[in-house]
């Protein structure tokens, strides 16, 4: 199946710095991209949807200026997390749309934001 | 999209057939049931989806009842990797503009030894 690699695994940060995450996709390209959050022993929750050379579309309650989204090419999203605080501590996991149409979601392994 | 209901959880044992029940009695005639899982601290993986046909891969198999209301998903042999909680989720199928996954909260699914 397609692969999606998301870099880093994890990352410990202070608080007030921004972190950087990577999404690309390996062997297809993705014109969109989504964003997700999952805090522990909860389901994921999405974000964003991040489609290639236009703005991010955020969900109810996630703040833009805060989580900056990048979508320059049809292989590659970032997420940008700014001034991050404890309470953005987290598990961040990118997914990109695949299959013959478009029909399935393929996610990378997920970024453990650790803010201190 | 519609909503799902899922068990919390559901024990196996190991090379035992793991049936995982989803009920999405709303569901509207042209959305697609999903199901994917998630392995502890990893991203979720993709298993099947369908519309109304059941299904098979070389993952799994999907059952979907002839009123739509309900499908199940069976592992036909578990293994202990299988551990995972496994999510139901319905959407409007292809690859339309709009597509969007909503995750609930799954069913957690114990395979044991």
Redesign the interface.
Known sequence: ?AV?S?HPSWVICKSGTSVKIECRSLDFQAT?M?W?RQFPKQ????MA?SNEGSKATYEQGVEKDKFLINHASLTLSTLTVTSAHPEDSS?Y???A?G?L??????????T?LSVL | DAKTTQPTSMDCAEGRAANLPCNHSTISGNEYVYWYRQIHSQGPQYIIHGLKNNETNEMASLIITEDRKSSTLILPHATLRDTAVYYCIVRVGGGGSNYKLTFGKGTLLTVNP
């Open positions: 199946g999606v998301q969109t989504f997700y389901s994921l929750m999405l949807t598990f996991i990118c997914s749309r299959g149409s478009g029909e399935k979601l393929f996610f990378g392994s997920g453990q």
